[in-house]
């Protein structure tokens, strides 16, 4: 039997940077989709589930998983062919990445940052290798090798000691215990105030919501709980982040295994989550808390089923009160869990699938299979 397909471990950049995507819903929309794929990949989601969060065909997701595992994040930006031949080596082109990496004051230029002209002028004049680029053409061989004139930021890396235990632990029992693994986490802040977003409007007229300058009502916070096993999405919107919140969220989870058997909840390492009290109820309720690393709450299997609410809910919206936005949450919880495909669906639907492309190879020659 073959091995299911999964995204490799995540780096803490890469798993950081997949968050931001999903959780911000920046760019294309491809982009956001194939984020969406891999970050619910590495957080143990399987494929068929993937497939139906992203509402794709599951090769499709395959694919996805596969080419990120060979290409890294630059497997999420559609790739385009055509056009005259290059005029640049790929020599030069790795030349110029590593000149526009370093700092100028290392290569004797009295200057703390590069512009294009600038690095233009020293790549041309350059007695070492000496590469003559115009500067939209440099513009475009930085920009396809993800480099951008940005602002300096910090950054984050886990310097949590047990990091590979605990991401091993989650792959454990996401892997052995699907039906009885559950993910937990907060999503928020959630305002009130006319939210940008997207949808199928005539030609130049999109549609327009007010502008906002007063936020009366506060924000909240949506405490989502995952089931694995069961696809299954539900929460309740609260006021604030809280240990009495927090516990009350595990508990709706115990009550969704009456059975008394062992459940295992994955959460982040939020101060709100680890208290006393949390921890003294989970060991008299037979409930293990599977906390990510520190700086990784990537690896939790909820944040990709985020991305859909912020869409769907969130983004084009212009509720009027947290009342509103909570039930508009909870209808389209709903909606999401009494529209989830039963796996004998999905398996029949694999069938249907083999069978198309053992015909097509029968009478066009064409390959039976693809690769898992």
């Not at 940005?150 to 996401?174: F, G, M, Y």
Request: contains cysteine.
């Amino acid at each position: 039997m073959a091995e299911p397909v999964r995204v490799r471990r995540l780096s803490d950049q890469e798993g950081q940077r997949l968050q931001r995507l999903v959780r911000r819903g920046t760019g294309s929309v491809v982009r956001l989709r194939r984020a969406m794929v891999v970050l619910a990949s590495a957080g143990g989601n399987s494929v068929p589930v993937i497939a139906r969060l992203v509402q794709a065909d599951e090769d499709s997701v395959r694919q996805v998983i596969h080419r990120f595992n060979e290409m890294g994040m630059a497997s999420l930006d559609p790739q385009w062919a055509g056009g005259r031949p290059r005029r640049i080596s790929s020599d030069d082109e790795a030349f110029i990445v590593a000149t526009a990496n370093t700092r100028p004051a290392k290569l004797g230029r009295p200057f703390t940052c590069w512009s294009v002209r600038k690095l233009a002028e020293y790549l041309a004049d350059n007695p070492d290798r000496r590469v003559i680029i115009g500067r939209e053409r440099l513009r475009q061989v930085l920009r396809r090798h993800q480099i951008t004139f940005q602002r300096t930021k910090t950054w984050k890396e886990s310097t949590d000691p047990q990091r590979e235990q605990k991401l091993a632990r989650i792959e454990h029992v996401i892997e052995h215990f699907p039906h009885r693994t559950f993910a937990f986490d907060e999503f928020g802040p959630l305002t009130i105030r006319p939210h940008g977003g997207v949808g199928w409007q005539p030609k130049s007229r999109p549609r327009r919501l007010p502008a906002n300058y007063h936020k009366l009502h506060g924000v909240r916070q949506f405490h989502g709980c995952y089931s694995i096993g069961d696809d299954t999405l539900w929460g309740v919107v609260r006021r604030q982040k809280s240990a009495a919140n927090t516990l009350a969220a595990l508990k709706s989870i115990r009550a969704a295994r009456p059975d008394g058997a062992p459940i295992y909840i994955i959460l982040d390492n939020l101060s709100a989550h680890k208290g006393f009290a949390i921890r003294q109820w989970a060991a008299r309720n037979k409930v293990e808390l599977c906390f990510t690393p520190t700086y990784a709450s990537w690896a939790n299997p909820i944040e990709a089923h985020f991305g859909p609410l912020r869409t769907f809910v969130i983004a084009g919206s212009d509720h009027p009160n947290h009342t509103v936005l909570a039930r508009g949450l909870h209808a389209y919880l709903r909606w999401r869990n009494a529209n989830a495909r039963h796996p004998d669906v999905l398996a029949a639907q694999r069938r249907h699938r083999a069978k198309i492309r053992s015909e097509r190879h029968r009478r066009w020659g064409q390959p039976a299979s693809r690769a898992a």
